[in-house]
């Protein structure tokens, strides 16, 4: 009865998208030229925040990183390069975004945000004769304005660097071990659910949170959640990749990291954290089965080395111990108590890639549900598109066009209405981004925005968001 229930609601939740997303497609698909609004690309962003983890083996032949192409500080004259040959990888990243609620929401204004982040991988194998080993250390620092909390009241958010509390301090720190010819690895330390699981590569262009990791399953009533963006918990993940064509991971970390978090470091996960959270993944790449869709044919012949975009996959996660329902009682007025879980279903792909090129088409649509009881949102639906290389000669330049709608269940709502102590205006909260990431120099990534968020805190006036981001990679 839940997920027939669920069906139901995805049907409707699709439908809605749908509309929403027609009427910008339809306002952005007349003019062939004039000022796009700009995105962000993987290489300078994780669904943590900005930053991706890093990868040693830059490339599908392991040619090492083109420093001069995608830096501000190129190869140091060499040395970065002999520090990749010795197995040490650098990155270091600054982000500063500037929103602006213009219409609706709590109020008018705005703000500019900071995120800083420094990454060091090394290499097991070539620092220490340690075969199949690496380490991962990443840093983050916020800084500036809360947008969301002050301007908008969204309960999804609005920018994915955006923080409870800014501080700075370590965020992911691992040790992995790769065995089985490398088909498997298991990671153990600070670590991030986001960096791996429920998140698609085709939407890491937008800022909205929700984006990356989904809205119901980073909603938990506390500032800590669990172990996502901006704060990171003790766990350990296995991964196995059997063959090219599917893949599975089961991660287990602390459920709840700190009741600290308005305090404590972005993940001290010692301070009277709780419980703990179990999540698994299978994914399947129908590229890899020779199972693609649009324009096969463009796709297909990749001699040149284009991967596409191509994933399906489905998770689940629950917490324990169980936790108190947000509003229901028993016969004695004590809180009930359930256990907190959810599940999900994405996919993923590349539907068109123009000839002989790096510009292509890619398409993601995300579901997922929760017990509905234990945080405020049941379940949530994204879908959008993202289009790289829309105008020739600008192969690195992507466009996004992308909708993401939260749904509030029964007891949240109650919860919501007595805490406002006033009737809420809707049961959902819906967003619309359009951007458009642009690479002005090496290492230079500027980007425009524009968000229309309908609902913002299920009681609000619709909101218009604007503004842009600055990347910069040293």
Do not use: C
Request: charged share 15%; no cysteine; glycine share 12%.
């Amino acid at each position: 009865m839940l997920f027939h229930h669920h069906s139901r609601q995805a049907a409707l939740a699709i439908l809605l998208l749908g509309s929403i997303v027609a009427q910008p497609w339809s306002a952005m698909a007349a003019p062939a030229t004039g000022d796009p609004a700009s995105g962000r690309q993987d290489e300078l962003e994780s669904e943590g925040g900005p930053a991706r983890e890093a990868t040693m083996s830059a490339s599908a032949d392991g040619a090492a990183p083109d420093w001069q192409e995608s830096t501000l500080s190129g190869d140091w004259n060499g040395a970065r390069r002999r520090l990749y040959d010795a197995g040490v990888g650098l990155e270091l990243l600054y982000t500063a975004d500037y929103l602006r609620n213009n219409s609706g929401g709590l109020k008018r204004g705005g703000g500019y945000m900071g995120h800083v982040d420094l990454i060091v991988q090394l290499d097991g194998e070539k620092l220490l004769g340690w075969q199949g080993g690496m380490a991962y250390l990443q840093v983050i620092g916020n800084s500036g304005a809360r947008v969301n909390l002050n301007d908008v009241g969204s309960l999804m958010g609005v920018d994915n660097i955006e923080a409870p509390v800014n501080r700075s301090g370590i965020f992911q720190a691992w040790l992995q071990q790769s065995f089985a010819d490398d088909k498997a690895s298991l990671r153990l330390g600070l670590y991030p659910i986001d960096s791996e699981f429920y998140v698609t590569d085709s939407s890491s262009v937008f800022l909205h949170p929700s984006f990356g990791m989904s809205a119901e399953a980073g909603d938990f009533g506390t500032l800590a959640g669990p172990s996502i963006y901006p704060t990171s918990t003790w766990g350990a993940r296995l991964r196995v990749d059997p063959d090219p064509a599917w893949y599975a991971m089961l991660a287990l970390t602390r459920g709840v990291p700190t009741d600290r978090a308005a305090s404590a470091g972005p993940n001290i996960s010692g301070q009277q954290g709780s419980g703990s959270m179990l999540i698994g993944e299978v994914g399947l790449r129908p590229a890899e089965l020779g199972v693609l869709l649009g324009d096969t044919a463009s796709v297909a012949n990749a001699a040149d080395g284009f991967v596409p975009i191509s994933k399906l996959a489905l998770g689940a996660w629950r917490f324990t111990p169980q936790f108190p329902e947000l509003a229901a009682v028993d016969a004695a007025g004590d809180a009930k108590i359930t256990t907190h879980w959810g599940a999900y279903a994405l996919g993923e792909q590349t539907l068109y890639r123009v000839p002989d090129s790096n510009r292509h088409l890619s398409a993601f649509l995300r579901y997922g549900v929760t017990d509905g009881k234990t945080n405020n949102i049941d379940y949530s639906l994204s879908a959008g598109i993202s289009w790289q290389g829309v105008f020739a000669g600008r192969e690195d330049d992507v466009l996004g066009i992308a909708a993401t709608r939260a749904h509030v269940g029964p007891q949240g709502r109650q919860l919501l209405a007595a805490d406002l102590a006033t009737p809420l205006s809707s049961s959902a909260e819906s967003v619309v981004e359009v951007t458009y990431r642009a690479q002005l120099a090496h290492g230079v990534i500027v980007q425009p925005l524009l968000q229309r968020i309908l609902n913002p805190g299920l009681s609000l006036p619709d909101a218009t968001v604007a503004g842009a981001r600055l990347q910069l990679a040293f």
